[in-house]
Nanobody, 121 residues
Framework: QVQLVESGGGLVQPGGSLRLSCTPS????????MSWYRQGPGKAREFVAR????????NYGESVKGRFTISRDNAKSTAYLQMNALKPEDTAVYYC??????????????WGQGTQVTVSS
């Protein structure tokens, strides 16, 4: 069974930083697009960032551009989300997503259990 293990969430003051990690098990990590999404209290799930399998293509949601950085280490089978200059509105449960399309055959997609990030003084 595929599992995405997330870590790094917690409580941080406004302006602070956190780094989230996501390590999938039982997947060929270098073949998956890795993404982060978040869902704040009473809000819909929101796209945060995405990195291609090779790491060459990266996209960010508008609300985090310039503050968050997504990266991956294929040798360690881990994706990261470095979050700087955190704001109270960044408070949310952050979810890791692994996605792979095998053209003409299947789409494989998995989600982590979520990790809570709370930005508050």
């Amino acid at each position: 069974q595929v599992q995405l293990v997330e870590s790094g969430g917690g409580l941080v003051q406004p302006g602070g930083s956190l780094r989230l990690s996501c390590t999938p098990s039982r997947v060929t990590f270098p073949t998956y697009i890795m993404s982060w999404y978040r869902q704040g209290p009473g809000k819909a799930r929101e796209f945060v960032a995405r990195i291609s399998a090779s790491g060459e293509e990266i996209n960010y949601g508008e609300s985090v551009k310039g503050r968050f950085t997504i990266s991956r280490d294929n040798a360690k089978s881990t994706a990261y989300l470095q979050m700087n200059a955190l704001k109270p509105e960044d408070t949310a449960v952050y979810y890791c997503n692994a996605y792979r399309e095998i053209v003409g055959e299947a789409v494989l997609e998995y989600w982590g259990q979520g990790t809570q990030v709370t930005v508050s003084s």
